[in-house]
């Protein structure tokens, strides 16, 4: 239901714009969501990167505060993230995620994942 997209290689310093689309089925719950990315580095845990909710409060991950920007767009139900001065500590898999609103049950979702690869 979730579709990310906008990986790939780049050189340290450089920038990349990740994208997610929710499905259309996601229509009337989109802009309640929170929505945001989080990330894998290889061989580590599942990490946050950024998380924006619906009343637009962000949290960001202190690694990438100052250098990446969440945002979304509720009417196409897209969800964006703005990577800029890349590092190769950047390198994982980026996964959109959205979670419903208390009042649609509070789930949880996942998109399949995007890798970013950060070269020095």
């Known amino acids: 239901q979730l579709q990310a997209f906008g990986g790939g290689s780049v050189q340290a310093g450089g920038c990349l714009r990740l994208s997610c689309k929710g499905s259309?089925?996601?229509?009337?719950?989109?802009?309640?969501?929170?929505a945001g990315w989080y990330r894998q580095p290889p061989g580590k845990e599942r990490e946050l990167v950024a998380l924006?909710?619906?009343?637009?409060?962000?949290t960001y991950a202190d690694s990438v505060k100052g250098r990446f920007t969440v945002s979304r767009d509720n009417s196409k139900r897209m969800v964006y993230l703005q990577m800029n001065v890349l590092k190769p500590e950047d390198t994982a898999v980026y996964y959109c995620?959205?979670?419903?609103?208390?009042?649609?049950?509070?789930?949880?979702?996942w998109g399949q994942g995007t890798e970013v690869t950060v070269s020095s």
């Open positions: 259309r089925s996601m229509f009337s719950v989109f802009a309640g969501a929170a």
């Open positions: 995620y959205l979670q419903l609103s208390e009042g649609y049950g509070g789930s949880q979702h």
């Open positions: 924006l909710t619906s009343s637009s409060t962000t």
